[in-house]
């Protein structure tokens, strides 16, 4: 069983930045995967990033290529997903994922074991 809490969301106006933690309890993280996901109202899941916790390979959505960037800290076993120049589209849901082992698609919320709970992201214009 793995626990995640997520933290960091809020309300912005577009154009500021936003950092999202989520701490992981319960497994080790080594050779497995974690992801960031988010959910908009009427609209299903979609994958943001995603970082392979051993080796530190990430995967990115194009709609946040060069806006967003996914880390870890080993230390403290939490990801963390730092969100620049937002958008009112960036509006959403965001959700962490742990899932086992670093192979097959990074992208797919189904290939996911565990979730947080979620925390708000608001961007306004």
Known sequence: QVQLVESGGGLVQAGD?????????GRTLINNRMGWFRQAPG???????????S???????????????????????TVY??????????TAVYYCAFRR???????APALYDYWGQGTQVTVSS
């Open 17 to 25: 930045s936003l950092r999202l933690s989520c701490a992981a309890s």
């Open 43 to 53: 609209k299903e899941r979609e994958f943001v990033a995603a970082i392979n916790w």
């Open 101 to 107: 082992g670093t192979t097959a698609a990074a992208a």
């Open 55 to 77: 080796s530190g390979i990430t995967y990115y959505a194009d709609s946040v290529k060069g806006r967003f960037t996914i880390s870890r800290d080993n230390a403290k076993n």
């Open 81 to 90: 997903l730092q969100m620049n120049s937002l958008k009112p589209e960036d």
